[in-house]
Every structure is written in structure tokens, then in C-alpha cells.
């Protein structure tokens, strides 16, 4: 995507997937993203399917990240803050997938 | 935040800013609620914080908007931004998430003004990375003056043509429009011809869109019949039909749009009363001449009741405002009416062009109910055209019933990009209205919440600490 | 409940019509928990708890057939389940319920377990939980899906269903019934009236008295989140998709809208409280279902003396029920007279016939 000209803005540095992004005050996560040409921010926890932004006003739900470690947050709705770490979401969230131990023995943290 | 207001507004959108404004400014207590960080909802959105360099690629209307923002900032209302909210009881009492705390409050009046949303646009494809709606280039174009070269633009409608204006303002090459405006809908827009010349102003500017488009030499192809967007990971082509032949074109960016309808879900959760318009093809809110719902105390302005514009929608958010201001005993019943009196005057213009956009504009059938079996029609829980057919030849005779036998619905949208497709696919399958099928059944909360936040929840209105 | 019979009756050769109301009806089906639950039921009345027996170890067989007429899995699992205690009140009035269950259901097995033991069943328990109660009769099912596959077998089978029927008179026309809906009439030999909360109004058009009320409660659902959950509980379950079900049990009552909020509050902190991790889930819907509540919360099956061949039968546990309800109950309807176990769940009991 391209910057069109406009007042200068504050910049603010994230990561996104461990890389760091640049973004500015002001922008939403989902804009932070695809500014730096990443489209596609998560896969599905029904079937794995890749999906990106599609409506950018928090009605689709299909923008869903990590941010700061939390789960499944619409970027669209969200604006960059300074050391932001962002992370596609992969499936469902994991809230409690380190408890559930398939018959392994659990290693403690 | 208190925990009670005389009137609590809903949305920060053109009718929102009004209503607000006109209810600060006759001295009553009133909140105003949006989930946006500043004012100006999705039609100014940013409005009041727009800092594009050259004005033209936004246009004056839009900045017009600035208007409502200072208006609503002197007047002192008080506007809460970040604000979620997630329940709309038919008691008034509201139920709002900020800053991951919820929390109840109550409310004599409230004025929902959640404006409107784009239409679904199943088709094959649709759900892949690299797939946009206008309306989101649109809002990126204006909160972070981004823009995405070379993508094309297809579907119908003046949000679609306006957006393709600005990229072509901004310089930003176009690849293709691709208008999948019906042939039949000139014959269909010809009988309102008469009635929208009257907006004379509206209908050429519409013409100069046109005319600016052509003359930035965008390959502009009308009367597409059909669409497939391809791509295993992500968008990289989209096939259209017209006459009986198939093209394609190569692109990894798409920009859909077929019209605009009301955001519903609040109100219908709220309990409020719906008929289907078959002119807008979509739910409207069934309110009287003050805005007010069958639903005491709950009134719905804006595109939020029916689309009408911007401008119209500031209109009927004063006129809500007044409504509810006499419900309050602040004015008396002639004081509303003589207020209220310019406002509906504007709003009739405002209203007259409006027929002819809707049958001109009008999305034809194919666009809105799939063929294709494998196109997606619930895009959370991904639930195939084909399986929505299936359960309701297994006997589901409405959303619901269909919710329940596929899933459709069930997912975090809550029906908001699947709802109006799979009324009118029952509808057609079982040959009645779809009036008669009806819509999903919502209930709180009608946006997700934290079950942090629901276990914190104070409900008891005393207990709840003094939050600002 | 309806569709359970109705399949149950089809599957023994008689020809059977199923009259179904329209989209907002199925509201107690839909509302339904997914539980096949055996601990904690008929505490106190010996033939629910016999019948509810009967039931749970049929279901694999209704299960079994269910999917090999569809071709479906309808997620019926039978881990065991377990009923979580907060505290040592609720640990305490559970060990004695189970208690007086096994005297009179020598066969029902049940652990009372304290947290540390618990937790090694229940990974991520919270510290503030005093114990439970695990058994492994208890298993659970997709609700939604049982009502589809039954609504499937009963048209594999032969049997009709008319949707947006709703029955406005039923008359005894010599030793058949005449039933009337908005546009038609219909006749049959038999007749079973198993329409949840209108069943009453029905039921009076035969002579019988059956004492229902509506009895509100609330179903949260969660995102999906990935699978830590494989046991079903009393109130919390997590689905096969990965959703989480969180239920208020027998907790709530009214139907006063007004404290729909407060419900999901109790639901959400009793739940956060049992799964601390939960905090960050988020619910994407709620629901509320209407129970169907008899006078001491047990089934009603009952047969009219006066109009022989109509039956009318009501229960808040359809799910858990199914088994019998397809495999058992169904054939003494076929045949003319409830079984004699469940002469104790008929209308007599309240002191009326």
C-alpha cells in the first residue's frame, strides 16, 4: 500500500511476527499491517483457511491477531501503541492449550 | 461514566453527533457512546483529525463533517469514545465494555445510531486474502492515507464509484472496474427518474464521477454478470462474465461493494420491531414520525432505521433528539414540532433521490443469493451455499431453525455478513416473502465480550464504582 | 422430545406425522446443554433415576443407529462426567445426594474427589475449587446435531414432518383423532402430544391436566478455543468444535428480562472461577432456554382414560431422555399403554389423574 502525502505524523515501532514494522500514531493495527504489505493476518480455527482484513470497521471479525500476547483481537479496531508485538492468530485461540496434555507427561514450566 | 443518563446516544456517526448535540444543548443529561477513538463514525470517519495534504481526494462533503464535530465538542455532551456496547435491554439498561472493564448503566431515552454496514457479496472467493470492501479502502484512504495501487473495483453503487474518485484524486492507478450494475435496473430506476431531478446537485455529481473515471482511462466494464475470485491462499485473479463469455484478470487486490445496509443487530437484540424494505433489500427499523421504535424510550436515527444518506441521517438525529427531549418533559409537544419542522424539511429533500438510487443500484439476484454450492455463505463458521440449501430442504423454515441445523450465525459476526443471505435464500427455496422467514434472533451480548469482564460485572447499578 | 418419539414410533412400522410449529419453535431443543447425565438424577425418586439408567445405557445403541442411517457423527461421547464444587457447602450437599442415589441405584458408580485429585482430571482447575464428583456413566452429545439426525431417521424411515403446523383443535373422532392446524386436518389411530411448554393447551383439548411452567435458563458460548476440556461438567462443557458451553444449571428462575445480566454475570463468575484461563475467552452469544418444568421438576408421561391412544409426555432432559425415549417409551405408546415403570411419572402424582 501507499502512503498518500499528508501532515507529518509521529512514527511508532512494532513487530509484527518478530520483524519490526513501522507504523504511524494514529493508524489501526490492520492498517499498520497491510501499510507494510502483510495480508494476511491469521488462519481459521475451523478449517486452517487464510484470512485478511476485509471490512475495516469491526463488523467481520476475519482481521483477528495477537496482540501483546492476547488472543483473537480485531486490528481494525485497535491503534498502534509503541512496542506493540503483533502475531498472526493460528486457529483457535490457546488459552489453556498448555493444559491439556494428550497423555504426555507434562514438563513443568 | 455515571451509572444514569436522561438520554444515551449510541454511535458518533452523522445522526449520532446531532442527536447528541441538540440534547447537550437544551441542558439534559446525555452520554454519548462509540467504539471509534474519535467522532465522525464511518462517513467522516476521522474527520476531525484528517490530515491529508491535498483536500480534493476526499472531497467537501466529507469534510463537512467537520461541522458536526464542533458543534458536538461545544456543546458539551459527553462523548465516550473506545466504548463497546454490548447489550440494549427493552428497559434501557445498557451495557458497555471499555477498556476491558463492562459495566451497566441506565438511560430515560436512548438513540441508536449505529449507521450501516456493507452488504455481503457472496461470491466464490470471496474470503480470501487480498479481498477488501470499497467501504474499508475508504476507511483506510482516511484514517491512515493508505491506498493500494492497481487493485480493482467491482460490484454497484455510489459508494463504489466515489472511493474509485478518490483513488483516481489521490493518484493511485485503478487496474479495472469491473460494475456488476444489472442491465435491467435503467428500465427498473426510470419511474423515480422524475422525482430525483429534483436533486439535480446529486445526480450530477454522480455524472461526474462517471465522467472523471472514464477520463483517467480506467478500464471500466458495465453489466458484469457474474464473478469468481480465484486463489488458493490468497486472491490472485477474478473471472467475470458478461454476454456469455468469461474473462480474467490477473490481480492480488479487490475492492467489492454492493450497496450499504443497516447495522441492525443492537436494535433487534433490543427487541425492537423490523420489516423487510424489498426496495433496499434489508431489514428496517419500524419507527414512528419522532424515530422512536415500538420499544418505549428506544428510538433509531440514521442509516441505522433505513439508508438515506448522510445528511438525512443528521437530520433525523435532531429529529430523534427532539422526540425524545419532549418524552423527558424538556420540551413541550409545540416547541418540538416548530424545531423539528427545518429538520424534516431537509430530510424530504434528502429523501427524494433516494427511490431512484435504490432501483438503480439495485444488486441483482445472483450476487445476492450464491449458485455456486461451494460458495461461502457463512464466513466465520465457513458453511457452503450447499449446506445451507440442504437443511432447508431437511425442513428449517427460517434463520434460526437453519442456525441451529448448519451453524450459520454462529460465529463471532453474529450473522452481520451472513444474516441477509440466508433469509433470502430460505425465502426463494421455500417460495415465500421474506418478510415471512424473518430474521435471526439476537441477544445480548451482540458484540463478543471477555468473560473477565462479565464475571467483574457489577450488576447492581449502586455498587459499581465511580468511573469518568 | 417430539422428534425422539416420533422416530421411535416410525422405527416400529407405524406410519407417523410429525407436526412441527415453524422457526422460534424448537426453543427448549435448541436451548439444551448437550448432557447425557446420569449423577445426581432422581436423587430422591427412584423411578427417574431407574429411568434415567435405562436410558444412558442405551444411548450408544440410539447413537449407533442415529449414524448409521445418516452417515453422521453427532459427537456422543461417554468420558464420564464430573459436577465441580466451589465450596465445601456444595461438596458436602453433593456427597449426600450421591449417596442416597446409590441406596436405591446400588449399580450407579461415583467418586467423591478433592481438588488435588480433580485437577489431575480437570488440568487448569482453579485453586479455589473444594472438590467434585466424577462418574463414569455420564457422557454428552451435540444437542443440535441429535435433533437433525432424528429429524433425518424419521424420514429415512418413512415418516413425515410438516413444519409451520401449529395445532389449534384435536378432537376423538371414534377411535381415531382428528387434529387441526391453521390449514389442514389430520388423522391418526394415535396421538402424543410432546410439544414442551404447549403441551398444556393441547393436553386440555384430550382432558388431560398437565402442570407445566416455563423456567428461564442461560447458555453462554464461548469463541472456539483449543481443546483443554475433554470431560463434560455439570455446567461447563466444551464442544467439538471447541466452543465452551457454560450453563446455569437449576440456579436461575423467572423470566423477568431484567435479570438476564445478572444470570450471565453468576454464570461467568462461577465459571472463571472453576477455569481460571477462561478469563480471556470471550462470549460470542447467549442464549436464553425455557426449561420445561413440572411441579417437582420429573417428567410427565400420562395417557388419557378418556380418550384412549393420546399420550402426553414433558421432560426438561429430552437429551439425556433420547435413548429411552426412541427405544423404549416409543414402543409402549405403539402398543397402546406406557410402560409399567413409568406409571409413577404419570399426572396422579399431583393429585389429579
Not at chain 3, 144 to 157: P, S
Request: net charge neutral; glycine share 10%; hydrophobic share 45%.
Amino acid at each position: 500500500m501507499r502512503r498518500i502525502p499528508r501532515d507529518d505524523a509521529p512514527q511508532v515501532r512494532m513487530e509484527f511476527e518478530g520483524q519490526a514494522l513501522l507504523a504511524y500514531t494514529g493508524d489501526t493495527v490492520a492498517a499498520a499491517l497491510l501499510a507494510g504489505n502483510h495480508w494476511n493476518f491469521r488462519t481459521t480455527p475451523v478449517s486452517g483457511a487464510i484470512r485478511g482484513p476485509f471490512c475495516m470497521m469491526g463488523v467481520c471479525f476475519d482481521c483477528l491477531v495477537e496482540i501483546d500476547g492476547v488472543a483473537n483481537r480485531q486490528a481494525c479496531m485497535i491503534e498502534v501503541r509503541e512496542g506493540m508485538r503483533v502475531k498472526r492468530q493460528l486457529g483457535a485461540s490457546d488459552i489453556g492449550a498448555d493444559l491439556f496434555t494428550d497423555g504426555e507427561q507434562e514438563t513443568p514450566p | 461514566m455515571k451509572d444514569h443518563y436522561d438520554i444515551v446516544v449510541v454511535g458518533a456517526g452523522p445522526a449520532g453527533m446531532a442527536a447528541a448535540t441538540v440534547a447537550a444543548e437544551h441542558g439534559v443529561g446525555v452520554l454519548l457512546l462509540d467504539e471509534q477513538p474519535v467522532a465522525g463514525g464511518q462517513i467522516y470517519r476521522d474527520v476531525g483529525r484528517q490530515t491529508l495534504d491535498d483536500r480534493n481526494i476526499l472531497g467537501p462533503d466529507y469534510y463537512e463533517g467537520r461541522e458536526l464535530v464542533s458543534a458536538l465538542q461545544a456543546s458539551g455532551a459527553e462523548h465516550v469514545t473506545g466504548a463497546t456496547v454490548w447489550q440494549l435491554s427493552p428497559q434501557r439498561e445498557i451495557g458497555v465494555s471499555k477498556d476491558g472493564i463492562a459495566r451497566l448503566l441506565s438511560a430515560d431515552q436512548v438513540i441508536l445510531a449505529t449507521g450501516a454496514q456493507e452488504r455481503p457479496f457472496p461470491v466464490p472467493g470471496w474470503t480470501l486474502a487480498g479481498v477488501m470492501t470499497a467501504g474499508g479502502a475508504q476507511v483506510l484512504l482516511k484514517s491512515a492515507a493508505l491506498a493500494e495501487p492497481d487493485a480493482v473495483f467491482a460490484g454497484t453503487g455510489p459508494l463504489l464509484y466515489l472511493v474509485a474518485n478518490q483513488y483516481v484524486k489521490a493518484g493511485i492507478p485503478i487496474r479495472a472496474i469491473l460494475d456488476t450494475t444489472p442491465r435491467a435496473n435503467r428500465l427498473r430506476a426510470l419511474p423515480h427518474l422524475p422525482a430525483a431531478l429534483m436533486s439535480m446537485g446529486a445526480l450530477l455529481k454522480g455524472r461526474r464521477w462517471m465522467a472523471e473515471l472514464r477520463a483517467a482511462g480506467i478500464p471500466f466494464i458495465k453489466h458484469v454478470e457474474d464473478l469468481k475470485l480465484l486463489g488458493t491462499d490468497a486472491l490472485s485473479g477474478v473471472e467475470y462474465r458478461r454476454r456469455d463469455r468469461w474473462r480474467r484478470l490477473d490481480t492480488t487486490r479487490i475492492f467489492l461493494h454492493q450497496g450499504i445496509v443497516p447495522n441492525v443487530n443492537l436494535a433487534m437484540a433490543a427487541g425492537c420491531a423490523h420489516r423487510w424494505s424489498d426496495a433496499q433489500l434489508c431489514w428496517h427499523a419500524v419507527t414512528d414520525a419522532w424515530a422512536e421504535t415500538d420499544v418505549p424510550g428506544i428510538a433509531i436515527a440514521g442509516d441505522g432505521a433505513g439508508i438515506d444518506g448522510a445528511i438525512a441521517a443528521e437530520c433525523l438525529g435532531r429529529i430523534a433528539a427532539y422526540g425524545a427531549l419532549q418524552r423527558c418533559a424538556r420540551l413541550d409537544a409545540r416547541e418540538r414540532d416548530r424545531l423539528a419542522a427545518p429538520q424534516r424539511r431537509t430530510l424530504s429533500e434528502e429523501r427524494r433521490i433516494r427511490p431512484f438510487l435504490d432501483a438503480m443500484f439495485r444488486p441483482s439476484r445472483r450476487f445476492r443469493l450464491p449458485e455456486d454450492d461451494a460458495t461461502i455463505v457463512c464466513r466465520c463458521e465457513e458453511v457452503p451455499a450447499a449446506r445451507v440449501v440442504e437443511s432447508v430442504a431437511l425442513g428449517c423454515v427460517g434463520p434460526n431453525q437453519l442456525k441451529a441445523f448448519s451453524r450459520c450465525g454462529m460465529g463471532p459476526c453474529q450473522g452481520r455478513l451472513c444474516g441477509l443471505t440466508i433469509s433470502e435464500m430460505i425465502a426463494r427455496q421455500r417460495g415465500v416473502p421474506v418478510a415471512e422467514v424473518g430474521a435471526l434472533r439476537l441477544r445480548p451480548p451482540v458484540k463478543p465480550l471477555m468473560l473477565a469482564e462479565l464475571a467483574a460485572l457489577a450488576t447492581a447499578p449502586e455498587s459499581i464504582p465511580g468511573r469518568d | 422430545m417430539g422428534a425422539a418419539l416420533a422416530f421411535g414410533l416410525q422405527r416400529r412400522g407405524l406410519s407417523t406425522l410429525m407436526l412441527d410449529e415453524g422457526d422460534i419453535a424448537f426453543r427448549a431443543a435448541r436451548g439444551n446443554f448437550g448432557l447425557v447425565w446420569v449423577q445426581g438424577k432422581g436423587v430422591d425418586f427412584p423411578p427417574y433415576a431407574h429411568w434415567t439408567w435405562t436410558s444412558a445405557q442405551s444411548w450408544s445403541d440410539l447413537n449407533a443407529e442415529i449414524e448409521e442411517i445418516t452417515g453422521e457423527d453427532i459427537g456422543y461421547r461417554r468420558p464420564g462426567g464430573a459436577e465441580v464444587c466451589i465450596d465445601a457447602g456444595e461438596l458436602e450437599t453433593t456427597r449426600a445426594e450421591m449417596q442416597r442415589l446409590q441406596s436405591h441405584a446400588p449399580h450407579f458408580e461415583y467418586q467423591m474427589l478433592d481438588r488435588k485429585a480433580l485437577s489431575e482430571l480437570l488440568p487448569g482447575l482453579g485453586p479455589e475449587v473444594a472438590g467434585g464428583c466424577y462418574s463414569p456413566a455420564d457422557g454428552h452429545v451435540n444437542p443440535l446435531l441429535l435433533l437433525r439426525g432424528l429429524h433425518q431417521c424419521l424420514t429415512a424411515k418413512g415418516g413425515r414432518i410438516e413444519t409451520g403446523s401449529r395445532v389449534i383443535a384435536i378432537q376423538q373422532r371414534g377411535s381415531a383423532f382428528a387434529v387441526d392446524t391453521t390449514g389442514k386436518r389430520h388423522h391418526g389411530a394415535r396421538l402424543v402430544l410432546a410439544a414442551g411448554l404447549g403441551t398444556r393447551e393441547l393436553a386440555a383439548m384430550i382432558g388431560l391436566d398437565i402442570p407445566l411452567r416455563p423456567e428461564r435458563g442461560q447458555i453462554l458460548v464461548t469463541e472456539r478455543l483449543r481443546p483443554f476440556l475433554s470431560l463434560p461438567l455439570a455446567r461447563i462443557r466444551q464442544t467439538v468444535e471447541g466452543s465452551v458451553q457454560l450453563g446455569a444449571s437449576n440456579e436461575d428462575a423467572g423470566l423477568d428480562e431484567g435479570t438476564r445480566v445478572s444470570v450471565m454475570n453468576r454464570i461467568a463468575a462461577r465459571a472463571v472461577r472453576v477455569f481460571p484461563h477462561l478469563e480471556r475467552a470471550r462470549v460470542v452469544r447467549a442464549w436464553g432456554a425455557l426449561r420445561i418444568m413440572t411441579p417437582d421438576s420429573y417428567p410427565i408421561y400420562a395417557q388419557s382414560q378418556r380418550h384412549p391412544g393420546a399420550f402426553a409426555a414433558v421432560c426438561h432432559s429430552g437429551v439425556t431422555l433420547a435413548a429411552a425415549h426412541v427405544l423404549h417409551l416409543a414402543a409402549g405408546i405403539a402398543e397402546g399403554a406406557l410402560p409399567e415403570a413409568l406409571s409413577p411419572m404419570n399426572t396422579r402424582r399431583f393429585g389429579y389423574a
